[in-house]
């Protein structure tokens, strides 16, 4: 397992605002949106390409294209979806899916409660978006899911994560094939398992509160 904290002065400004209390929920969208892509720039250099010819209306030339099958980008419900249009910026080839997990706040243990993917992800480079790595329980069973239908590679964007969340990904997964990109590591995990100082509930802030 691979960890990455992406160090540029973009990226530190606009998680600052992201941060921010009183950010109104259409600038936290916006911001996410803009960060995931900044993110997905470096979490992407691994991507598997080949070579390819073109004609410019020049000459002919050899490029470079994204190899057979595609990415697979997984936004994990519901605050993934907001990270999903900043990485289909870049990679707009990639197919989506779906997956659906919870912690429950009593318990703290992870619910399934949707699932849309393709049955074999053989051979597949797949994309995880899931805003906050607090407790990594839900993270660590949906890189499993992922692993269980074939993924040969697992990376993991995330705006946060907590050392504690870190380091239960650590424990279970040290020698599988999973890079998890972040924009910062936080100081802790509190009490009811939020990260500190973290920006609250990412859900909430995208899309406001559900009851």
């Known amino acids: 397992m691979r960890v ?42 691994t991507v598997r390409v080949e070579p390819v010819g073109i004609e410019t209306p020049v000459a002919t030339t050899t490029g470079t294209g994204l190899t057979k099958p595609t990415p697979l980008v997984v936004p994990i419900l519901r605050a993934g979806l907001g990270m999903l249009e900043g990485m289909v910026k870049l990679l707009p080839t990639a197919e989506v899916g779906f997956l659906g997990m919870a912690r429950n706040e009593e318990t703290l243990d992870v619910i399934t409660y949707a699932e849309r993917l393709p049955d074999d992800l053989t051979g597949r480079q797949v994309y995880v978006l899931d805003p906050m790595l607090a407790t990594g329980g839900t993270l660590r069973e949906a890189i499993k899911f992922l692993f269980k239908r074939g993924a040969t590679e697992v990376t993991c964007i995330c705006l946060l994560a907590a050392p504690e969340g870190l380091k239960v990904l650590e424990e279970e997964l040290a020698d599988a094939n999973v890079n998890i990109v972040l924009a910062s590591i936080d100081e802790k995990l509190n009490d009811k398992a939020y990260i500190v100082p973290g920006l609250g509930d990412a859900g909430d802030r995208l899309y406001g509160v559900v009851g």
């Not at 606009?14 to 892509?37: A, D, M, Q, Y």
């Open 4 to 45: 990455q904290v992406v160090d540029h002065p973009l990226v530190a400004h606009k998680l600052t605002v992201l941060r921010e209390k009183t950010t109104p929920s259409p600038v936290f969208r916006l911001l996410t949106e803009e960060l995931v892509t900044l993110l997905a720039y470096e979490a992407t250099r």
